[in-house]
């Protein structure tokens, strides 16, 4: 178990609802106690984009390893939003494209990279109760977690929610390339040598394949619950406590 604060892990590949369930989550437990969503795919994504506009080669472990002492990654959550800062740089909105996506699952296997991340993750996750959602939050990151979830969905399906989501955004791409970018991507993810995609062995694995968010919301915050009954009780005597006194 981990300290006095809740720590709940989201784990599974790209487009199986992650972070829509880690941030219905956090919404619906920081009703009472203080919650924060951390998306760490945007981490390795805003990794991702340093390296390709410095215009070295993301797939090199040595050329990626040599661009870390100059980047300073944080991360800013406001009203439920997380922002990523890159340098002191809003790249929020930059990070979230098919190019960016390729080169953060390439530098994601970088153990540099992985290394330089860790303490960043640990960091948010010691200082207030957290839904984290990545591939290696319940096998490395926070292996004493709360609650581990392992969110899985059929490819075909991953794939058009990933092609809806970009078409929404403008981009051309076509459902095929849309598949195979993901297929490439969960084929790097799990078969890296460093912290590999996979379940951790205490985790609940859900298929999401038939999307009910709201069922899928209710389902975790009722295992949330349960399992973490006197931590949510001592938390919420602890934020009534700081409410009464403001
Ligand atoms: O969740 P995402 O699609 O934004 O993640 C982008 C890439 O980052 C993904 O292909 C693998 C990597 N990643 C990782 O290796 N470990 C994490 N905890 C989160 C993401």
Redesign the pocket.
Known sequence: MSGKYIQIAIDGP?GAG?SSLAKGLAAELGKTIPFVYV????L??AVGLYVLRRGRDTSSHEAVSSCLDDINITMEHKDGRQAVILNGEDVSGLIRTPEV?MA??DV?AVPQVRQFLLSCQRGIANTVSVVM?????GTV?LPDADVKIFLTAGVAERAKRRWLELREKGSAKTLEEVRAELEL?DK??SSRAA?P?KPAPDSILYDNTVHDLKACIEWASGVVREKCRDKIAALEAEASLTEGKR
């Open positions: 790209g992650k998306d760490t795919g945007a390795y994504r996506s953060a699952s994601s959602d990545g591939r290696d939050i990151i991507r790097n993810d912290a995609l």
